[in-house]
T-cell receptor, first 113, second 115 residues
Framework: AQSVTQPDIHITVSEGASLELRCNYS??????LFWYVQSPGQGLQLLLK??????LVQGIKGFEAEFKRSQSSFNLRKPSVHWSDAAEYFC???????????FGTGTQLKVEL | NAGVMQNPRHLVRRRGQEARLRCSPM?????VYWYRQLPEEGLKFMVY????????ESGMPKERFSAEFPKEGPSILRIQQVVRGDSAAYFC?????????????FGPGTRLTVT
């Protein structure tokens, strides 16, 4: 069974600083990987996804993520954080059958002005 | 193109009552997924349905919970005889098919409070 670990529960960065959110997964085959963002009281919005090809994927809002098979990681990055990026970020893995997603426990991002 | 719609957005039930949560997928989507988010936790898969079929219910509690996605109308998640531990946010997602490379589009959620 697949699993996802997000080791950082809370992260605080200053506006304009760079950001990296960590995600490690466990899955026997090539996974489908996703990053979602959730604002308070809202649903989840997809930032980016990876299922094959170039291991560096670009997403919305200036985010990118890099798939590293050797490290079983799919870390999310942004070069310059904006105050509006404050939210909770979830990494998820989809099995090859494509139905259910397994989510990490999330990383709460706080942005200091 | 309307997104995934869920209603009600907030639902308060007393212990022992029934809760019915509705989900209308995006237009053209025939696959629906239900997830539950407990406080301070990530989302946990509950059930995956296509029209008139339950495909995977491995995440559903064995008792009191049921789900359906009829030929016409929204998908329904039904919780009978609710208990305080059922208090959570319930999210519905839809996709055009069941292939993993297609993202799931999430609704805004229904926040269930059991008093």
């Amino acid at each position: 069974a697949q699993s996802v670990t997000q080791p950082d529960i809370h992260i605080t960065v200053s506006e304009g600083a760079s950001l990296e959110l960590r995600c490690n997964y466990s899955y026997g085959a090539t996974p489908y990987l996703f990053w979602y963002v959730q604002s308070p009281g809202q649903g989840l919005q997809l930032l980016l996804k990876y299922f094959s090809g170039d291991t560096l994927v670009q997403g919305i809002k200036g985010f990118e993520a890099e798939f590293k098979r050797s490290q079983s990681s799919f870390n999310l990055r942004k070069p310059s954080v904006h105050w509006s990026d404050a939210a909770e970020y979830f990494c998820a893995v989809g099995a090859g059958g494509g139905n259910k997603l397994t989510f990490g426990t999330g990383t709460q991002l706080k942005v200091e002005l | 193109n309307a997104g995934v719609m869920q209603n009600p957005r907030h639902l308060v039930r007393r212990r022992g009552q029934e809760a019915r949560l509705r989900c209308s997928p995006m237009k053209g989507h025939s696959h629906v997924y239900w997830y539950r988010q407990l406080p301070e936790e990530g989302l946990k898969f509950m059930v995956y349905l296509q029209k008139e079929n339950i495909i995977d219910e491995s995440g559903m509690p064995k008792e009191r919970f049921s789900a359906e996605f009829p030929k016409e109308g929204p998908s329904i998640l039904r919780i009978q005889q609710v208990v305080r531990g059922d208090s959570a946010a319930y999210f519905c997602a839809s996709s055009p098919n069941g292939q993993g490379r297609h993202e799931q589009y999430f609704g805004p959620g229904t926040r269930l409070t059991v008093t």
